[in-house]
Nanobody, 122 residues
Framework: QVQLVESGGGLVQAGGSLRLSCTDSRRTFSNNGVGWFRQAPGKEREFVAA??????TRNYADSVKGRFTIGRDVATVYLQMDGLKPEDTANYYC?????????????????WGRGTQVTVSS
């Protein structure tokens, strides 16, 4: 079974940067699209970014375009977050898609990690 593990979260001041990583312990998501989602307290989970299996298609939520960058290599998917804002504070989850596409829909994802907390102070 796929086991996704996120890392890299933490506390940062507004305007700062963090780099999140998502690893697949069994290296089985190399042929799948991978997405990042986030959920803040009292809010629904929302799409952040996604990348297809080749790394050639990347999709971003409007709220993070120009500030966040998603990338991948064979065993890891990254989310580089620059220009962080307090409203980016949330628990960030990575997920492995059912297909090779960079889907923006949470329903397109089968396996989920447990998340990593990102807190941005003002």
């Amino acid at each position: 079974q796929v086991q996704l593990v996120e890392s890299g979260g933490g506390l940062v001041q507004a305007g700062g940067s963090l780099r999140l990583s998502c690893t697949d312990s069994r290296r089985t998501f190399s042929n799948n699209g991978v997405g990042w989602f986030r959920q803040a307290p009292g809010k629904e989970r929302e799409f952040v970014a996604a990348i297809d299996w080749r790394g050639s298609t990347r999709n971003y939520a409007d709220s993070v375009k120009g500030r966040f960058t998603i990338g991948r290599d064979v065993a890891t998917v990254y989310l580089q977050m620059d220009g962080l804002k307090p409203e980016d504070t949330a628990n960030y989850y990575c997920a492995s898609a059912l297909s090779s596409a960079a889907s923006t829909r949470s329903g397109a994802y089968r396996y989920w990690g447990r998340g990593t907390q990102v807190t941005v102070s003002s």
